[in-house]
């Protein structure tokens, strides 16, 4: 099964993927240089969908609230939405 990775990081939860026997792709990391709002996949090519996004704006200990993780939850949707998988 191909699945597609959204907000790799560290590349964990895809190797747990990996480890299971499915096929994972990445679709890049911030902390990489790659930006999720400039990527764009095709409808249908992939069985599923994994990652998380950037979550620590919704915390309470934050002190200074920012959009950035809203923004990014919207980009996670957004690409799951376009790449229509299988299993989400």
């Known amino acids: 099964m ?3 990775s959204l907000f790799t990081g560290a590349g964990l939860l895809d190797k747990a993927f990996r480890e299971q ?3 994972v792709v990445s679709a890049g990391d911030i902390i ?3 930006d999720i ?10 069985d ?3 990652g998380g996004s950037p ?3 919704f915390s309470g200990l934050k002190r200074n609230k920012t959009n950035y993780s809203q923004e990014m939850l919207d980009e996670y949707i957004r690409v ?6 299988s299993w989400k």
């Open 80 to 85: 799951v939405k376009e790449a229509d998988p």
């Open 48 to 50: 599923g969908v994994i």
């Open 55 to 57: 979550c620590q704006d």
């Open 37 to 46: 709002r400039d990527f764009h996949t095709i409808a249908g090519k992939f």
């Open 2 to 4: 191909l699945v597609l």
């Open 21 to 23: 026997g499915f096929c």
């Open 32 to 34: 990489y240089g790659q």
